[in-house]
């Protein structure tokens, strides 16, 4: 297994010299998730841009037997996303982007770094919005609510994350890239 140091080497072929954070300084910010009580840096953060660039990050970390934690705004009460000190921190912060909104159809299509309120303030020109509410909807991520199945104060009614989504596209841990669930 690579060390600290041996990480920018080992993705410098796959990310831009300042997605890959290395220092103490660079990791600080995250060393935990929502819930502060635990801590701990771990060797890298990566922050890919690309679908393609998280595919390969994650064959070179089977490739030499890195744990992965992947994480969206670090939100999370629940350790869900919480780093770990021998393993690389894929923060999908990047893949920030609303590629539609089908007020029609009544969805949206979003990458996975999307917060939950810029969803629903993209759908409200629509007089649509994303139910599922947690009390973080201002920080926390579509991806995130998924992995973490959120709800908030709206689920009685609307249900939880898994009640409001149609398709989902991920990459599974050998890196392949596998879409659930169809758009309508």
Known sequence: ????????????GLLPKNNILTSAEMLRPYECDGYTA???LPLAVLLPET?????EIV?????????????????????GAHPI???ILLNLSKFNHILEINSELQYAHVESGVRNLATSEAA??????????PSSQIACTI????????????CL????????LLEITFVTIDGDLITIGSEC
Do not use: W
């Open 1 to 12: 297994m690579p060390n600290r140091n041996e990480i920018p080497a080992l993705f410098s």
């Open 124 to 133: 409200s020109e629509f007089g649509l919005y994303y139910a599922p509410d």
């Open 59 to 79: 064959k070179a970390c089977q490739r030499e037997s890195l744990p992965i934690v992947t994480q969206g705004a670090g939100t999370g009460l629940s350790g």
């Open 157 to 164: 009614k609307y249900g939880l994350t898994l009640h409001n």
């Open 143 to 154: 991806a995130s609510n998924i992995a973490e199945n959120s709800g908030g104060v709206y």
């Open 85 to 87: 000190s021998n393993g």
């Open 38 to 40: 635990y801590k701990s």
């Open 51 to 55: 679908t393609q660039q998280v595919i």
